[in-house]
């Protein structure tokens, strides 16, 4: 089955803290992978391609087959980092699904 | 021009109105997605269009019925919907539906069903 997981429905960190948002995934091949952000009353947005290893606004994320992550990092958060983040997986067979996980609010505190 | 748009912004239409949601793109894109998404909830897929041509109903209630007039264009027909069929109807579309360049999504449509 081809499937991503977010386990944290909320990560709330101060200022300055790193960050780092967990992003696992199942399937069989290699995966396309990304990152899109929704800010609050804001389109949703692409974050990061996996197969671009570009970093917008200081994330970065960095594929591990070995074990099936995509974590979403950044080494300095930001109040406007505050967002609901979602991974996503291409799913087979060029049908163009995207299968999103269930999302992480990132929480900013100042 | 690097967006989807999306009209209306917001809908309210009662259970026995027809209605449609419209999406626009003109970035040559060739795959066009409508979603659904509820509060606090990843996107839904609903359909794909490849190439004007529906690859993918994903077991969608027949009251949802899409078309493709066009490449640039892509319309929801709605009717008899339920009240739990109150979301975000998020249009989305790619270069191709094996596009590892992602999707470029619209601000969405609002929809409440009374």
């Known amino acids: 089955a081809q499937r991503v997981t977010q386990p944290e429905k909320l990560l709330s960190v101060f200022k300055g803290a790193p960050v780092e948002l967990k992003c696992n995934y199942s399937y069989s091949g290699s995966p396309e992978l990304f990152w899109y952000v929704q800010y609050s009353r804001q389109r949703l947005q692409l974050l990061l391609r996996?197969?671009s290893r570009e970093s917008i606004k200081g994330f970065t994320a960095d594929l591990n087959k070995g074990e099936t992550s995509f974590h979403l990092k950044k080494p300095f958060a930001q109040e406007e980092d505050s967002a609901m983040y979602y991974c996503a997986l291409l799913g087979s067979g060029n049908t163009g699904k995207l299968i999103f996980g269930q999302g992480t609010t990132l929480q900013v505190k100042p | 021009d690097t967006e989807v748009t999306q009209t209306p912004k917001h809908l309210v239409m009662g259970m026995t109105n027809k209605k449609s949601l419209k999406c626009e793109q003109h970035m040559g894109h060739r795959a066009m997605y409508w979603y659904k998404q509820k509060a606090k909830k990843p996107p839904e897929l609903m359909f794909v269009y490849s190439y004007e041509k529906l690859s993918i109903n994903e077991s969608v209630p027949s009251r949802f019925s899409p078309e493709c007039p066009n490449s640039s264009l892509l319309n929801l027909h709605l009717h008899a919907l339920q009240p739990e069929d109150s979301a975000l109807y998020l249009c989305?579309?790619?270069?191709?539906?094996?596009?590892?360049?992602?999707?470029?999504f619209g601000s969405g449509t609002r929809l409440t069903v009374v």
């Open positions: 989305a579309s790619s270069q191709g539906p094996d596009s590892y360049y992602g999707y470029t």
């Open positions: 996996h197969i």
